[in-house]
């Protein structure tokens, strides 16, 4: 994307995760790249099944292994390969450096201990602070987050406050130690359409005050089209189109990405019914022989070479990057 190497703070390079089953193998994720500029968010988008939330968790080095293994490339953070690292060393990168927020908040929150005690634990996993100065900052962490009344709610536990705060909590956990990346993997599922709007204007918010770095998990281009500079669009295991968000919006190529913006509910539509992608994403143990899009494809289905011939990331425009066979430029 013509980034200055200085500006990038995480680097992804030919990334694939697989899963090892009894019924084959799981290719979830497949030679994807992609860099993370720093105070800026990109935004990785996709339909349920394209291998967006695998990608943030091996950047997590979060994997079940087994039966996941990351089976190949380069996660580069701040100069540092962290496929290289140590699992201690790992630990003290995760929640300090590198935090995530996961999809659903009361899976992810422990429902025995209070809100306030699971921050505090975070913040004393990574930092040299007293238990007074860690509720301190819990409170803090809370109040930056703009949950009324902290000094209460520290003490509540996960159910007893609602799914939109539930969602503050898990926020306000993810910057207490002030990470230079913050992974939000659907940071708004299962939220209203006024509390999603709520969440992502908090994440604006914090990302320029404390300056850090988004990579934004999302099935949602109405949140990219606003939220994010950089994107990718993901499909099956792949990335099949890559650019600035604006040009993306302005000059789309992939027949898939086409498909997502057409899918999209519009201001004064008529219809009674939104357009849609023919079929679904194709399960990972039976992916077809070729563009992995082409049987849904109205461009490819009929074409012999998008049929049998997979096409890889090929810029034909400068920064815009696309694996199609039937993009103009693309060539042979």
């Known amino acids: 994307m013509n980034t200055d190497n200085k500006n990038i703070l995480l680097e992804v390079d030919d990334l694939s995760t697989h899963f090892f089953t009894e019924e084959g193998v799981v290719k979830s994720v497949q030679k ?8 800026k968010t990109f935004a990785i988008v996709g339909e349920s099944g394209c291998g967006k939330s695998v990608t943030a968790l091996s950047i997590m080095r979060l994997i079940p292994e087994p039966p996941g293994k990351i089976t190949n490339g380069k996660i580069m953070f701040g100069g540092k390969d962290l496929r290289s690292l140590a699992e201690k060393q ?3 990168v995760r929640g300090n450096e ?34 007074k100065q860690a509720w301190e900052l819990a409170v803090d962490v809370l109040d930056k987050v703009g949950i009324a009344d902290p ?32 992974i939000a993997d659907e940071p708004t599922t299962a939220l209203d359409v006024t509390i999603q ?18 990579l ?37 190529l992939h027949p898939y990405s086409q498909g ?12 009674d019914r939104l357009e849609t992608i023919e079929g679904s994403v194709p399960e990972p143990l039976k992916f077809p022989d070729g563009c992995k899009f082409h049987p849904r494809c109205p461009l ?18 400068p920064g815009h990057l696309v694996a199609c066979w039937k993009c103009p430029g693309y060539g042979d």
């Open 32 to 39: 994807i790249s992609f860099d993370v500029e720093k105070g």
């Open 90 to 92: 790992m630990r003290k």
């Open 98 to 131: 590198i935090a995530m927020i996961f999809q659903e908040p009361m899976t992810s929150l422990n429902p025995v201990f209070t809100v306030g005690e699971q921050i505090v634990e975070a913040i004393k996993l990574h930092q040299k602070k007293t238990d």
């Open 151 to 182: 000094q209460q709610r520290v003490h509540e536990y996960p159910h007893q406050v609602s799914g939109g705060m539930r969602q503050r909590v898990m926020i306000a956990m993810a910057i207490s130690c002030q990470p230079s990346l913050l």
């Open 197 to 214: 709007a709520q969440i992502m204007d908090l994440l604006d918010d914090l990302q320029y005050r404390l300056g850090m770095s988004i």
């Open 216 to 252: 934004l998990i999302t099935h949602d281009l109405g949140i990219v089209g606003q939220r994010s500079d950089n994107v990718a669009v993901m499909y099956a295991s792949r990335i099949a189109e890559k650019c600035a968000t604006k040009e993306l919006f302005k000059n789309t």
């Open 260 to 271: 997502l913006l057409r899918s999209r509910p519009k201001l004064g539509m008529n219809k």
């Open 300 to 317: 490819g289905r009929d074409d012999r070479r998008c049929q049998t011939v997979e096409p890889g990331l090929r810029e034909v425009v």
